[in-house]
């Protein structure tokens, strides 16, 4: 599963949308970076120019991490996610698309058990990470190992270093020395796409960065943890193309070692970055299938309509 | 173009010019917020003014230690009509270091009970609790102080009395002064729970206007919750939590009636080196001192004595806001809005 090596995707030319490569990275490839002039020529061919190695293969194997056994979440009288089960396997990408308000987020937010700090939320269902009820762990520990990115960015009042470092200095006992973080909020800031901007001035605060700075600023933030699991709740909606790119870059690079969720509006970003695609509609798990499934042969009438983009 | 719009619609359109009504309201406020200054500084000049013969017979022993204040202020009280012969001598130390003293540490505690008290009512009591013990505090802020001096007297310092303070620390200090509870630790005890609710008040506040996102960013990373809060909340209102101790300073500052009922009223200094006994040592700050020259103030120099007194608690005062204000500015650097 998910080690489709073919590039070329689906015929789209019908809907006059230019076909879409996919990003293969090998495990074995050092990072690649886009370069300025590469990606600005032409924009909606920017994924092509990231196809590397095409032969190579993704991980060979999946693991299987979080299961979420008939997951329901009600706010008051409202349902957002209605009987929800899904996997989530590290050596993969599984992105949750779906129209605004189905509940992506409500059910990223269960998976690390946020959504139990609203006062309102009721849920019910299990979900298991390592075959264990996550609602007999102890929230810190699981939030250790499921980390999470915020749909709105969300960086603290501090310098864009502290933001960075903050997970590594406050979760722990012994709070690690400057000496030792350095090296760990560099590389994140790689990883997220950003250290070219900030490089010059990490004790800048964070707050006085534009929103898709703070947005990539927060994704560096949630991988200097090193979490198990990430979930990311619309990691690129305000995104530039290439720092798009370098983000999911880092997702197929990061997948090779641990399980990621993506929520996403943007269907061809699903279909770049995902191994498994969930569709939700109105708090329902509508479709769940691998990528090729429910972007090519969707089941349900529903799905179809939404990927082929004529959803009311 | 513009006027064409204008007439047509009936709507007025943003003109190049100032608008007139604004302009007028500036203008207004700006005078209301410059004769505020004036006043203030008006008054800081004023009561110098007065005061100056009382500094300037003295110079800078004034805010020295020599003698007895309480004895001095009464010869003061005395002097003799011609006013060449006014007298003035004053070594206000025991009284100024009584002010610092009782302000200081009454602020320093409650600043870190207020913190504490403010993150237990917003994050960690049960939400009925919550809304009880909110407006109590509210309210408690409101209790004149007055009350407080006569609950402090009928019950506080007896208790100290009895409690706290042993024959040999009576006997210990006999020569100088006599101890029966009435003391720097009463004052002390009744002002932090006087200035407390003002500033549980401010930072439950300013917690609760922590947007919830910063929070939960926290939490997400897998930090605990208190340690969220200390790191993240805390950390953001600083700002707040200084300007609730300024504010708690200038009531401690100017609190006079109930220190003067609990504090012994006796113009002395307390000394550290006494050890615990420290805290059982009568003492009298400036503002009650005020308060207790009130009969004198007919008489000239006493009058002016009494003025300089003031004048030092209004540059505190002054001086507590500025840098309040100062420490603000730098703690807000990485706050909202900061460059
Ligand atoms: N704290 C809350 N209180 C009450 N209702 C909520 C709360 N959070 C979410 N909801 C409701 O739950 C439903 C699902 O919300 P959710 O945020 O999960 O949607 P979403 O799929 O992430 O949407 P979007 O794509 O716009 O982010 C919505 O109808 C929303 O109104
Ligand atoms: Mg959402």
Do not use: N, R, Y
């Given at each position: 599963m998910g080690i489709e090596s073919a590039d070329e995707v689906h015929d789209r030319t019908e809907s006059g949308i230019p076909p879409i490569k996919r990003i293969v990275v090998n495990g074995e490839m050092p990072p690649v970076r886009v370069s300025q002039g590469e990606a600005n020529g032409a924009p909606t061919h920017?994924?092509?120019?990231?196809?590397?190695?095409?032969?190579a293969m993704a991980p060979a194997w999946t693991e299987e991490r979080m299961k979420v056994e008939s997951l329901g979440v009600r706010f008051d009288r409202k349902e957002?996610?209605?009987?929800v089960s899904i996997e989530v396997n590290s050596g993969e990408v599984l992105a949750l698309i779906g129209p605004?308000?189905?509940?992506k987020t409500t059910l990223l937010r269960s998976l690390n058990k946020l959504?139990?700090?609203?006062?309102?939320a009721v849920r019910s269902g299990r979900i298991m990470l390592d075959g264990q009820d996550t609602d007999l762990m102890d929230d810190t520990l699981l939030r250790k190992k499921v980390g999470m990115l915020f749909q709105q960015p969300n960086p603290f009042p501090m310098s864009i270093f502290d933001n960075v470092a903050y997970g590594l200095r406050e979760r722990g006992t012994k709070r690690p020395g400057k000496k030792e973080l350095e090296p760990i909020v560099v590389d994140a800031l790689e990883r997220a796409g950003i250290w070219a901007e900030v490089s010059d001035n990490?004790?800048?605060?964070?707050?006085?960065?534009s929103g898709g700075q703070q947005q990539r600023l927060c994704i560096a933030r949630s991988l200097a943890v090193r979490p198990e699991v990430l979930l990311l709740d619309?990691?690129?909606?305000?995104?530039?193309p290439i720092s798009t790119a370098i983000i999911e870059e880092t997702i197929v690079e990061l997948k090779s070692e641990i399980a990621i969720v993506i929520v996403t509006h943007n269907l061809q970003q699903a279909e770049r970055v995902a191994d498994q695609v969930g569709f939700m509609y109105l708090g329902d798990l509508v479709e769940y299938g691998s990528v090729e499934q429910v972007f090519n042969?969707?089941?349900?009438e529903r799905t179809k309509d939404y990927v082929r983009g004529d959803f009311g | 173009m513009s006027s064409l719009t204008y007439e047509a619609t009936g709507i007025p359109v943003e003109s190049e010019e100032a608008d007139p009504v604004n302009r007028r309201v500036e203008l207004l406020l700006g005078a209301l917020a410059s004769s505020v200054l004036l006043f203030i500084a008006g008054m800081i000049l004023f009561t110098l003014f007065k005061a100056w013969p009382s500094f300037a017979a003295n110079?800078?022993?004034?805010f020295g230690a020599g003698g007895n204040v309480d004895a001095q202020l009464t010869d003061i009280f005395n002097s003799p009509a011609d006013p060449a012969d006014y007298i003035y001598k004053l070594r206000a130390w025991p009284l100024i270091w009584s002010t610092i003293l009782i302000s200081a540490l009454s602020v320093l505690l409650a600043t870190f009970i207020a913190v504490f008290s403010s993150i237990f009512i917003v994050h960690f009591a049960p939400g009925p609790l919550q809304k009880l013990i909110e407006p109590v505090v509210k309210y408690l802020?409101?209790?004149?102080s007055v009350v407080y001096g006569l609950i402090g007297i009928l019950v506080l310092v007896p208790w100290i009395n009895s409690t706290f303070i042993t024959e040999e620390m009576r006997s210990s200090v006999a020569y100088v002064i006599q101890l029966d509870g009435s003391s720097v630790m009463a004052g002390v005890m009744i002002l932090t729970v006087m200035i407390l609710p003002i500033m549980i008040a401010l930072i439950v506040d300013s917690l609760r206007a922590v947007p919830l996102n910063w929070r939960e960013g926290a939490l997400a990373l897998g930090v605990n919750k208190w340690r969220a809060v200390r790191t993240v909340s805390v950390r953001a209102i600083r700002p707040a939590i200084v300007a609730a101790a300024v504010l708690a300073t200038a009531r401690a500052l100017g609190e006079a009636i109930m220190l003067a009922m609990v504090t012994?009223?006796?113009?002395f200094a307390p000394n550290p080196?006494?050890?615990?006994l420290f805290f059982m040592e009568p003492s009298r700050p400036l503002a009650p001192s005020i308060l207790d020259g009130e009969e004198g103030l007919s008489v000239v120099p006493f009058g002016e004595t009494m003025y300089a007194f003031g004048f030092i608690l209004i540059v505190s005062c002054v001086f507590f806001s500025f840098s309040g204000w100062a420490i603000r500015q730098s703690l807000g650097r990485y706050s909202i809005g900061a460059r």
């Open positions: 920017i994924a092509e120019s990231f196809v590397i190695d095409q032969g957002a996610v209605k009987d605004s308000g189905c509940g959504v139990d700090l609203t006062p309102t990490l004790s800048h605060p964070a707050l006085s960065l619309e990691p690129c909606s305000a995104l530039d042969a969707p089941m349900a | 110079g800078l022993a004034w802020a409101a209790v004149p012994g009223s006796i113009g080196f006494d050890g615990f």
